[in-house]
């Protein structure tokens, strides 16, 4: 096991009741039904936040290929050439 550090929290009456009644039924101990808690309610807040970037690709070639194998600063400087005041 690893660390461990005790704390104290502040619960409503009703709420530990049925956390304790619920872990006896279920044969685990009030901490364990708490730690389990904490873990879903973590797990479920990191796969709702993960970002996912749409595909929107199209059914192209590709790249031309003159850009082939270039790189991002090429390609960048191509787009923007004879743009701007510069």
Same mark, same amino acid.
């Given at each position: 096991?690893?660390?461990?550090?005790?704390?104290?929290?502040?619960?409503?009456?009703?709420?530990?009741?049925?956390?304790?009644?619920?872990?006896?039924?279920?044969? @685990?101990?009030? #901490?364990?039904?708490?730690?389990?808690?904490?873990?879903? @309610?973590?797990?479920?807040?990191?796969?709702?936040?993960?970002?996912?970037? #749409?595909?929107?690709? @199209? =059914?192209?070639?590709?790249?031309?290929?003159?850009? #082939?194998?270039? =790189?991002?600063?090429?390609?960048?400087?191509?787009?923007?050439?004879?743009?701007?005041?510069?």
């Amino acid at each position: 096991m690893g660390l461990q550090m005790k704390i104290t929290i502040e619960i409503t009456d009703c709420l530990a009741r049925k956390a304790k009644a619920h872990a006896s039924k279920e044969n @685990v101990t009030f #901490r364990s039904l708490i730690e389990r808690g904490f873990r879903l @309610v973590l797990r479920a807040d990191s796969q709702r936040n993960r970002f996912k970037l #749409r595909d929107a690709s @199209v =059914g192209g070639r590709g790249l031309q290929p003159a850009y #082939r194998g270039a =790189g991002w600063p090429r390609i960048r400087e191509s787009t923007y050439k004879n743009r701007g005041p510069c």
